[in-house]
């Protein structure tokens, strides 16, 4: 039995110009894998939210998509917001959304009111709310958000 044995010289380069190809590919691969082409398509969103027919003057409004990341806002004092997913403003993913609604979280919202009403627990969550909404294409979406305090 006969080893077939190679010297092959350390000069810290690729002779192999396929291999070369294949990792220029991966690394451009890789350097454009960091600019926001993985930003999926969003739609302008706002609204506002209601407590039993009042402004809710405070808190945050989440839009949580079947796919992708969600869009957030701070609920202002009239009761109106405006969502945003990659920037304060863009809107929300375009789909179908459950949504949820928070009460303001300390320091995060300092000028919240202290008479601010509690929110109902079942609608912290975007799993127990029963709000659904489609966000749809190339138009703004206005929702109007209408919470109970009792059903």
């Known amino acids: 039995m006969s080893i077939n044995t190679r010297k092959v010289p350390a000069t810290g380069t690729c002779s192999d110009p396929a291999l070369g190809m294949v990792v220029l590919v991966v690394l451009l691969l ?3 894998g960091c600019s926001n082409s993985y930003q999926m398509d969003t739609a302008t969103v706002r609204g506002s939210v209601t407590l039993d027919g009042k402004p809710l ?9 079947e ?13 109106t917001f405006q969502l945003g997913t990659y920037d304060a403003a863009d809107g929300a993913i375009v789909g ?9 979280r300390g320091e995060i919202e300092q000028d919240a009111p202290a ?3 509690a929110i109902p627990q079942r609608y912290q969550s975007s ?20 919470l109970v305090t009792t059903e």
């Open 96 to 104: 179908r959304h459950k949504v949820a609604v928070y009460p303001p």
């Open 57 to 65: 003057r405070s808190g945050s409004v989440m839009f949580v998509p």
């Open 67 to 79: 796919r992708g990341r969600g869009a957030v806002a701070k609920i202002h004092s009239d009761g």
């Open 127 to 146: 799993e127990s709310s029963g709000i659904v909404v489609e966000v749809k294409p190339t138009q703004e979406n206005v929702f109007d958000i209408k």
């Open 30 to 32: 890789i350097v454009g």
């Open 115 to 117: 008479d601010a009403p």
